[in-house]
């Protein structure tokens, strides 16, 4: 009797052991997913930020062809 309970014990330990197991290989695949994820952000807000400096430098350029035009035509307020 004693010889089956701890056989029962054993093969619930297993069990749960091998549970175990398949919850921490998952927990891997996702953290490298995540990962993967967090890159991909990073890469396409470095892509939006270097937009952003280039449209910012070209509207500072307008800008100042816009202010040369108005000072050739004395359009400007003083």
């Not at 890159?39 to 307008?62: F, K, M």
């Amino acid at each position: 009797m004693v010889d089956n309970v701890e056989n029962l014990t054993l093969e619930h330990l297993k069990c749960f052991q091998e549970g175990q197991e398949r919850i921490e290989h998952r927990l891997v695949e996702l953290t490298q997913r995540i990962g993967r994820i967090e890159q991909t952000l990073a890469r396409s807000n470095a892509i939006h930020e270097e937009s952003y400096a280039e449209q910012s430098a070209r509207l500072d350029h307008l800008n100042d062809r816009i202010e040369r035009i108005e000072r050739r035509l004395e359009l400007r307020d003083h």
